[in-house]
C-alpha cells in the first residue's frame, strides 16, 4: 500500500503552510485519497514536489510527471479499496496496474500497426511476373 500523508506532515516535507497544500488539492495539484478518517495524499505524489519552486505539473520533469499522473490514477483506486483489509487492497492495486500495463502495451502495439499500414500503403503489392511452366514430359 501506498504511504499515506495528512495535510500537515505533506506541508511540513514540502516546508509550507498548510494552506498551500490545500490550494494545491483544491486546484487538482495534488491528488486526495479519500479513507474513512478523512483525507490523505500519496507521499510519492508530494514528494516530485520537493526543492520545486511551487507545487504546480509546469515545475515537473516529464519522467516526475509521467509518475504524477501514475499518482493520481492510484488516488483514484484507492477509491474502490478505502473499506477492504490490507492484503485485498494490495491486491486489487497490483491487479489496477497490471491492467494499465497491458492496456498501454495494447496502444503500443496499435501504434505499431498503424506504421507497418502506412508504409504497405507507400509501397503497394506488386505480383510476381508470370513465370512459364515447363511442359516438357520427361
Known amino acids: 500500500m501506498e504511504e499515506l500523508l495528512t495535510y500537515k506532515q505533506a506541508a511540513e516535507l514540502l516546508q509550507c ?41 509546469r515545475f515537473l520533469t516529464l ?9 493520481k490514477q492510484t488516488a483514484f483506486y484507492y477509491k474502490d479499496i478505502a473499506s477492504k483489509d490490507e492484503h485485498e487492497a494490495q491486491n486489487m492495486l497490483a491487479a489496477n496496474r497490471r491492467l494499465d500495463n497491458s492496456i498501454a502495451r495494447i496502444f503500443s502495439l496499435l501504434e505499431e500497426l498503424k506504421i507497418e499500414v502506412k508504409e504497405l500503403k507507400q509501397h503497394p503489392y506488386q505480383p510476381l511476373p508470370y513465370q512459364k511452366l515447363s511442359t516438357e514430359s520427361r
Open 17 to 57: 503552510s498548510y494552506q498551500a497544500i490545500s490550494v494545491a488539492v483544491s486546484e487538482s495539484r495534488l491528488t486526495v485519497v479519500k479513507i474513512k478518517r478523512g483525507s490523505r495524499l500519496l507521499r510519492r505524489q508530494v514528494e516530485l514536489f520537493q526543492g520545486k519552486r511551487g507545487i504546480s505539473e
Open 63 to 71: 519522467d516526475e510527471l509521467s509518475t504524477w499522473k501514475e499518482c
